[in-house]
């Protein structure tokens, strides 16, 4: 499998490279160049493959020869390590959950993926020793610090906003050690990023340190986002027709990736892009026109996005055409009133507690489902509501109980390396 660049200014590359470098030279998102097709049976036999093995079989044409089998399959078995169950939250919903990774989050998958695949080029001098550098508003930074702790060959530096992640997620991102160094920086998540950009522009420390991105730009971790909806059809109902599946979007990574499985010939129907108040892709269905914006802080704020890196590779998928999107992909905005009021409706009636961003996607699947009465459809639950207490706490009434893999990081010493909004201080640190 080749991968071409979405701007057509850079040289074809395989899987290998792609992961190494991220982004094409020419700026571009990657793209693969063919788009495999399930063999027919696939959903049939879904459902006696194990999560490894149906891993395995997804993303062996995508990696082609760049890993050896039995080095994949491992990899594979070690990124889908525990559970994705679909749940049923009340008729005609069901929830995906995706949160019982080691850091309760969905990027879990694709972090862990990456990371070893990474980890696989480095151990064997395929690529100079790699540091992943990466700004986080709070999940992506944990999930790539436990994603990549203890891999050789990488080291990984984090920048977060000091003072604006949850406990929880700073817990996640400062505490591991070993490989993993957590800059804590006196200002907001867009200086992060700003930092961030601004390092790997600059040639002169390029020389000296080979830096990569871990966001859902990279193929490695983009790509086995598909799983998901592989597990999810192992669970569906054998003789239901396909799910109408609600997606909460930011990058727009995931449902992308889901996007794919379906092109590639899963059984998935109709696709809702699940959105809060920042709203680029539903105004791009509705007008036609797509316009970034600046993100708007919500209560689903991993959501909070305004320019979508993704939204390119789905304009790719559907040939760059409006109507032929818009048959399969709708999209729809939730405002925060109407997330919190989900939440505690859906708790009251069912028992069921969603978080922010998986109470977006119930509401946005409710009122396709009210012009669509007949369809059944799942949620894609991104976050364990235990990361969000301000919203869901008083709803509840009480105290979400943590979780295990989280209850084990309390009491841990947190280490951080302090730094200022200057991009001199960033450099002089990755200077060594
Ligand atoms: C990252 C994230 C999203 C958005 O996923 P994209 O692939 O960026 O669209 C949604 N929910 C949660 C909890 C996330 O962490």
Not at 29 to 44: D, H, M, N, T, V
Not at 187 to 197: E, I, M, Y
Not at 228 to 237: N, R
Request: aromatic share 10%; hydrophobic share 45%.
């Amino acid at each position: 499998m080749k991968y071409y660049s979405l701007r057509h200014q850079s040289p074809l590359v395989d899987f290998r490279q792609a992961t190494i470098t991220g982004q094409a030279p020419d700026g571009g998102l990657y793209f693969p160049e063919a788009i495999p097709k399930f063999l027919p049976g696939f959903r049939r036999e879904l459902r006696g493959l194990s999560k490894a093995i149906v891993a395995f079989n997804v993303m062996r044409p995508y990696v082609g020869t760049t890993i050896e089998e039995a080095d994949l399959l491992r990899i594979c078995a070690e990124a889908v390590d525990f559970e994705f169950p679909l749940v049923s939250v009340e008729t005609g919903v069901s929830s995906l959950e995706l949160f019982h990774g080691p850091t309760l989050a969905f990027k879990d998958v694709g972090a862990r993926f990456m990371s070893r695949c990474l980890g696989y080029f480095a151990q064997r001098g395929d690529t100079p020793p790699v540091t992943v550098l990466v700004a986080t508003s709070g999940d992506t930074g944990g999930a790539v610090a436990s994603g990549f702790l203890g891999v050789p060959g990488v080291e990984v530096v984090i920048l977060y906003p000091a003072g604006k992640v949850s406990p929880v997620q700073e817990q996640q991102l400062t505490t591991l050690g070993q490989n993993i160094t957590a800059l804590e920086v006196s200002g907001t998540f867009d200086d992060c990023q700003a930092l961030v950009k601004q390092a790997f522009l600059d040639e002169e420390l390029a020389q000296q340190r080979f830096l990569t991105s871990a966001n859902s730009i990279n193929v490695a971790r983009w790509l086995p986002q598909q799983l998901y909806y592989c597990f999810a059809m192992q669970q569906w109902p054998e003789e239901a027709a396909p799910p109408v599946v609600s997606v909460p979007s930011g990058n727009f990574g995931n449902i992308c990736a889901g996007l794919l499985a379906r092109t590639s010939g899963l059984p998935l129907g109709h696709f809702i892009a699940a959105c809060n108040a920042n709203e680029p892709v539903p105004a791009y269905l509705r007008t036609g026109t797509f316009t970034p914006r600046a993100a708007i802080p919500t209560f689903s704020n991993a959501m909070d996005v305004g320019n979508p890196s993704n939204f390119v590779r789905i304009l790719e998928l559907f040939d760059n055409d409006l109507a032929k999107m818009r048959a399969a992909l709708s999209a729809d905005t939730v405002s925060d009133a109407d997330t919190v009021a989900a939440i505690r409706q859906v708790w009251e009636q069912d028992g069921y507690l969603l978080d922010p961003h998986g109470a977006v996607a119930y509401t946005a699947l409710r009122r396709y489902q009210a012009q669509h009465p007949e369809m059944a459809g799942m949620i894609l639950a991104t976050a364990h509501p235990v990361k969000f207490p301000g919203v869901v706490e008083p709803i509840l009434g009480r105290a979400i109980e943590l979780p295990a893999v989280v209850q084990a990081l309390q009491g841990r010493a947190k280490r951080t390396v302090p730094m200022s909004v200057d991009y001199e201080a960033l450099r002089a640190f990755l200077w060594r």
